[in-house]
């Protein structure tokens, strides 16, 4: 029986304020997503900026502000609040970070197949865009 969640991994493997970047799915079109940790709290994006679709990170795992209290688009400097992925400053004011559905337990923070189905890039988006 096939498992319907992907575990990603487990809450203490986050810094605290801490990310980092996971592809989750199979095939040539994974979902790029990140995972933002405060405290108890985490939250899932999708790792594409909503000012231009580039991915967030140039380096691994570095989607944070040097003080961790806003996500950072290492691209233009677009900054969003941890905990609802709104932009607050940079190139694209009032547009938000996809958020990506969590399921949190013992065993560690899980993605539903369902979810990741419905967020990854199909083959040919960005082709003609
Ligand atoms: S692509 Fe993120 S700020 Fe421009």
Same mark, same amino acid.
């Given at each position: 029986?096939?498992?319907?969640? /992907?575990?990603?991994?487990? /809450?203490?493997?986050?810094?605290?304020?801490?990310?980092?970047?996971?592809?989750?799915? @199979?095939?040539?079109?994974? +979902?790029?997503?990140?995972?933002?940790?405060?405290?108890?709290?985490?939250?899932?994006?999708?790792?594409?900026c909503? #000012?231009? &679709? #580039?991915q967030?990170?140039?380096? *691994?795992?570095?989607?944070? @502000?040097?003080?961790?209290?806003? /996500? +950072?688009?290492?691209?233009? &400097?677009?900054?969003f609040? +941890?905990? @609802?992925?709104?932009?607050?400053?940079g190139?694209? *004011?009032?547009?938000?970070?996809?958020?990506?559905?969590?399921?949190?337990?013992?065993?560690? /923070?899980?993605?539903?197949?369902? @979810?990741?189905?419905?967020?990854?890039?199909?083959?040919?988006?960005?082709?003609?865009?």
């Open positions: 029986m096939v498992d319907r969640r /992907i575990r990603l991994c487990a /809450i203490e493997d986050l810094e605290d304020p801490g990310a980092r970047g996971f592809q989750a799915g @199979t095939g040539d079109w994974p +979902l790029e997503l990140f995972l933002v940790r405060r405290g108890a709290a985490v939250w899932g994006y999708v790792n594409r909503p #000012h231009a &679709g #580039h967030l990170n140039w380096l *691994p795992d570095r989607f944070l @502000t040097r003080d961790g209290n806003l /996500i +950072l688009c290492a691209s233009h &400097g677009a900054c609040e +941890l905990d @609802t992925g709104l932009c607050v400053g190139p694209c *004011p009032g547009r938000s970070l996809r958020s990506v559905p969590l399921e949190m337990d013992a065993g560690g /923070i899980f993605v539903a197949r369902d @979810t990741v189905a419905a967020l990854a890039p199909l083959p040919s988006a960005g082709l003609n865009d």
